[in-house]
């Protein structure tokens, strides 16, 4: 690989880290998860780095491996069991308020088909032609995805101001 190209990888790895790191957190919710995601990223990144034929297309496709990553990650994850009891374990305190973690929840919650794009929509600031191409699918199924995420979110917080009134 030339000088040049690995200055601009190191441009685009110092550019777009921080967002792949929001990102991968949304996937996973752990920070140290994220992290390897991330990093597992950038090798394999530098590995093809050569193949990329667009330079303009550097963070959907760095996006497109991060959740290759992550699905390659839970294809080969065990699940660790303990038998502690849940009011044993130590649990850390969290800063966010409750609205915070509600809507936190509340994205969670929605299906992957429907969370991925709103997450990158969101987080990302990625246009619905941007998020077809990352996620392999057409501009029309990420618009339906879109709404479809938006029209569970805003219905379930409707039903808990409804809720809040009675």
């Given amino acids: 690989m030339s000088l040049f190209s690995q200055r601009q990888f190191d441009q685009a790895a110092r550019a777009y880290s921080a967002d792949l790191y929001r990102y991968a957190w949304w996937l996973c919710r752990d920070r140290f998860v994220a992290e390897e995601l991330v990093q597992e ?4 990144a530098w590995k093809n780095w050569g193949s990329l034929e667009d330079l303009a ?3 959907p496709w760095l996006i497109t491996i991060l959740r290759n990553e992550h699905a390659r990650l839970y294809e080969r994850k ?3 069991y303990t038998d502690d009891d849940p ?9 966010r308020t409750g609205a915070q973690l509600e809507l936190e929840q509340l994205v969670e919650a929605l299906p992957p088909a429907y ?3 709103l997450v990158l929509q969101v987080l990302g600031g990625y246009e619905c032609k941007e ?4 996620l392999g ?3 029309g199924a990420v618009m339906t995805r879109l709404t479809r995420a938006r029209q ?15």
Avoid at 131 to 134: G, L, S
């Fill in 41 to 44: 990223t950038f090798a394999r």
């Fill in 57 to 59: 297309a550097v963070k």
């Fill in 78 to 80: 065990r699940l660790d």
């Fill in 87 to 95: 009011q044993e374990l130590d649990l850390p305190s969290s800063d």
């Fill in 115 to 117: 969370r991925e794009p």
């Fill in 131 to 134: 998020i077809a191409k990352m």
């Fill in 137 to 139: 699918t057409s501009e």
């Fill in 152 to 166: 569970a979110l805003r219905a379930h917080l409707t039903e808990t101001e409804t809720r809040a009134q009675r």
